[in-house]
T-cell receptor, first 118, second 114 residues
Framework: DTGVSQDPRHKITKRGQNVTFRCDPI?????LYWYRQTLGQGPEFLTY????????KSRLLSDRFSAERPKGSFSTLEIQRTEQGDSAMYLC????????????????FGEGSRLTVL | SQQGEEDPQALSIQEGENATMNCSYK?????LQWYRQNSGRGLVHLIL?????REKHSGRLRVTLDTSKKSSSLLITASRAADTASYFC??????????????FGKGTLLTVNP
C-alpha cells in the first residue's frame, strides 16, 4: 500500500466555481478525516467518517461544503460557490483507530490538496 | 477551535544541539500525539503518549506528559538539518466521549542550521 493519496495536489479556481477533491485512504483503514490548514496554522478538523457514515461535521463548515465516502472507500470533498476565504490546504487522513495489536490511533495523512481561489 | 498551543512558535538552533518544544492543552485527554510537517507536505506521525504515561522515547525523540499541568514536551536530541520542519501536538479529547477526533495546535517551526 502506498499510503493516503489525494487528487488534485493543486487547484486554482475563480470565485464562484465549484471544486471537488478526492482522497484514497489506506485500504484497511475504516476511519477517514478531512482537515483544512491555512498558512502558519495547525490543521482544523472539518469532518470524519467511520466506514461510509459521516459521524461528525465541524461547525466551521458552511452549507457550501459537502463530503461523501460511498461504500466506505474513497472520499470526496466538494466546495460549491468558492470564496477567497476557502483558499487553504485540504488534508485527508485515515486511521484504524485503537485496535489491539493493529491500530494505535495515529493518523496517516496524504500530501494535501492546495486550493487557491482567485 | 484549537486545543493545543505549542511554545515557542519558532525555534532556530545549530546542528547537534537539542530542541525542546512545549504543548499545553485545555481539557482532559485520552492521549497526546506529536506530528511533523515539512513545508507544503502532509503531516507525519512521530510519537503517541497515553494519559497514564509520563515519558516515552523513540530514537532521538523524547516526549513527556504532565496531565496535572495539562502540558507535554517534545525533545529532539542531536538535531540535524533534516529535522527542519513544523511540529504539532494533537490531543484526543476525553470529555464529551469522542475518542476519534484529533485537535491540533498551531505548531512550532524548527529550523536547524548546518
Amino acid at each position: 500500500d502506498t499510503g493516503v493519496s489525494q487528487d488534485p495536489r493543486h487547484k486554482i479556481t475563480k470565485r464562484g466555481q465549484n471544486v471537488t477533491f478526492r482522497c484514497d485512504p489506506i485500504s484497511e483503514h475504516n476511519r477517514l478525516y478531512w482537515y483544512r490548514q491555512t498558512l502558519g496554522q495547525g490543521p482544523e478538523f472539518l469532518t470524519y467518517f467511520q466506514n461510509e457514515a459521516q459521524l461528525e461535521k465541524s461547525r466551521l463548515l458552511s452549507d457550501r461544503f459537502s463530503a461523501e465516502r460511498p461504500k466506505g472507500s474513497f472520499s470526496t470533498l466538494e466546495i460549491q460557490r468558492t470564496e477567497q476565504g476557502d483558499s487553504a490546504m485540504y488534508l485527508c487522513a485515515s486511521s484504524l483507530g485503537f485496535v489491539v495489536g493493529r491500530g494505535t490511533g495515529e493518523l496517516f495523512f496524504g500530501e494535501g490538496s492546495r486550493l487557491t481561489v482567485l | 477551535s484549537q486545543q493545543g498551543e505549542e511554545d515557542p512558535q519558532a525555534l532556530s538552533i545549530q546542528e547537534g544541539e537539542n530542541a525542546t518544544m512545549n504543548c499545553s492543552y485545555k481539557t482532559s485527554i485520552n492521549n497526546l500525539q506529536w506530528y511533523r510537517q515539512n513545508s507544503g507536505r502532509g503531516l507525519v506521525h512521530l510519537i503517541l503518549i497515553r494519559s497514564n504515561e509520563r515519558e516515552k522515547h523513540s530514537g532521538r525523540l523524547r516526549v513527556t506528559l504532565d496531565t496535572s499541568k495539562k502540558s507535554s514536551s517534545l525533545l529532539i536530541t542531536a538535531s540535524r538539518a533534516a529535522d527542519t520542519a513544523s511540529y504539532f501536538c494533537a490531543t484526543d479529547e476525553r470529555s464529551g466521549g469522542s475518542n476519534y477526533k484529533l485537535t491540533f495546535g498551531k505548531g512550532t517551526l524548527l529550523t536547524v542550521n548546518p
